[in-house]
Every structure is written in structure tokens, then in C-alpha cells.
């Protein structure tokens, strides 16, 4: 086997471990999102969240996962639209940033 092939299927195959990371990361987001709005009794709008940031991060056991901050948008009363931040480690909540009842200025779950 010739080096540029294996350059090639490492290319290939980091390119499909991260397509693969990057989709369970979204997925668990996307999940944790709706049930933070559904304990709220707020409504969860497009049944998205968008990707803002990405970088690596050392997780508590020291090794290095993705950091990947996601944007989503929901509704207090149906009339309004606030914009939320989910925060992923990997594929773990690391932190959910909402408007709480209790604020205006945005609370931290």
C-alpha cells in the first residue's frame, strides 16, 4: 500500500468519525433542548438547534473531546421568540443557558 492511500483512508475515516460525533452531539442537544422546554411548559420553535461554535476541549478525565456550543429558539407564551445556548462536550450537557420565570436577563440550568 502506497503512502497517499493511506494518507487518504486516515482522511477518510477522521472525516467519518467526526460526521458521526458531530451528529450524536447534535441529537443529544436537540433532545435535551425539547425536554428543558417541555419542564418549563415552554414550546420548543423549529425543532433545531444551530451550531455557533466548535473547539477542542480536555473533558474531566483529560482527554480532548469537542466543545460545541448550539443556538436554539422557544417561546415563554407563544407571542415571543428567546434564544437559548446548549453547551456539548462530546456528547454530554455541559451547560443550558435559558430565560428562567423567575428573570429577564437569562438563567443558567
Not at 433545531?48 to 476541549?57: E, G, Q, Y
Not at 421568540?81 to 435559558?98: F, I, K, S
Amino acid at each position: 500500500m502506497d503512502k497517499e492511500l493511506l494518507i487518504f483512508m486516515v482522511l477518510i475515516g477522521l472525516a467519518v468519525w467526526f460526521w458521526l460525533d458531530s451528529m450524536r452531539a447534535h441529537e443529544a442537544a436537540v433532545k435535551y433542548c425539547k425536554q428543558a422546554c417541555e419542564k418549563e411548559g415552554w414550546n420548543y420553535l423549529d425543532q433545531a438547534v444551530v451550531l455557533k461554535k466548535i473547539w477542542p476541549r480536555r473533558n474531566p478525565r483529560g482527554r480532548i473531546q469537542l466543545r460545541r456550543e448550539y443556538a436554539f429558539d422557544y417561546s415563554t407564551g407563544g407571542g415571543d421568540r428567546q434564544e437559548g445556548l446548549v453547551v456539548m462536550l462530546g456528547p454530554t450537557v455541559q451547560q443550558l443557558t435559558m430565560m428562567s420565570r423567575d428573570q429577564d436577563d437569562g438563567g443558567v440550568y
